[in-house]
């Protein structure tokens, strides 16, 4: 999952979106063979879906999004590290499919977690599209994108954490990059355990709302391929993060 500026590098950040063959556009480089399949997933700087989809569609389950657009702020480095490594830390991600909480591990990724909270906290992430979802090989939904397009971020990049003996089963969050050290705003949820490179931090575990995410997986992507917008046009109507 890498975009042009984070994701796995399966593309899955900004950068052009890439996707399984025939797709539109890889999100982050990720080059994973599975089931004899090249898969390119998440990546930062990923490469964008060459036509976004609706915003909605009929899902059961989802409703139209909240009124409102991504602010896009940008941001001339990674912010200081200004949360405490050793609280606990949870983030409600209120989609127009259900709420998702995620518990942030601070311990085991303090750059990625002061990240995300300093970004919840501009409302960043607030009304962005969850460009992403690839359904073969690979089990993940990609948000984080204000331009919804796979080749967005905030402007700064930081460096990869957690990653020595890293897996992805069912409930993982972690980082969408375009290569080492690449992360910005991308991440992915996963819905369904996963095998991908140890190349993407995880940070966070889904402790309320995976049927919501597998929901969303459930109704497949927009155009019907095994990597693409979502057809449920999932869109985050506010993050939220706190210190528990």
């Known amino acids: 999952m890498s975009t042009d500026s984070q994701a796995p590098h399966v593309d899955v950040q900004p950068a052009r979106t890439r996707r399984l063959r025939p797709p539109r556009r890889a999100l982050w480089r990720l080059g ?3 089931a004899g399949v ?4 998440l990546a930062a700087g990923y490469d964008a879906l060459a036509a976004p ?6 899902v059961a389950g989802c409703s139209a999004p909240a009124d409102g657009q991504p602010n896009g702020k940008q941001f001339p480095g990674e912010p200081p590290l200004s949360i405490d490594p050793g609280a ?6 209120q989609t127009n499919c259900g709420p998702i909480t995620v518990s942030l591990d601070a311990a085991a990724a303090p750059h990625t977690v002061n990240s995300f909270v300093f970004l919840a906290g501009q409302q960043y992430f607030d009304h962005t599209r969850c460009h992403r979802l690839t359904t073969q090989g690979i089990f993940v939904l ?6 919804g397009s796979g080749k967005g971020g905030p ?5 990869d954490e957690n990653l020595a003996g890293a897996v992805y089963p069912a409930g993982t ?3 969408a990059n375009s290569g080492p050290n690449t992360n910005g705003s991308q991440f992915f949820l996963v819905y369904k355990d996963t095998q991908l490179p140890a190349n993407y931090t995880p940070f966070g575990r889904i402790t309320a709302g995976l049927d919501v995410l597998q929901n969303i997986a459930g109704a497949g992507t927009a155009d019907g391929s095994p990597d693409g917008a979502p057809a449920a046009g999932v869109v985050l109507d506010s993050v939220a993060a706190e210190q528990n």
């Open 32 to 34: 994973l063979a599975t």
């Open 38 to 41: 090249s898969i390119a997933v």
């Open 53 to 58: 989809a609706p915003l909605h569609q009929a």
């Open 88 to 93: 606990g830390y949870s983030a409600t991600l």
């Open 142 to 147: 990609q948000c984080g994108d204000p331009t």
């Open 155 to 159: 402007g700064y990049r930081f460096q």
């Open 173 to 175: 969050v972690a980082m």
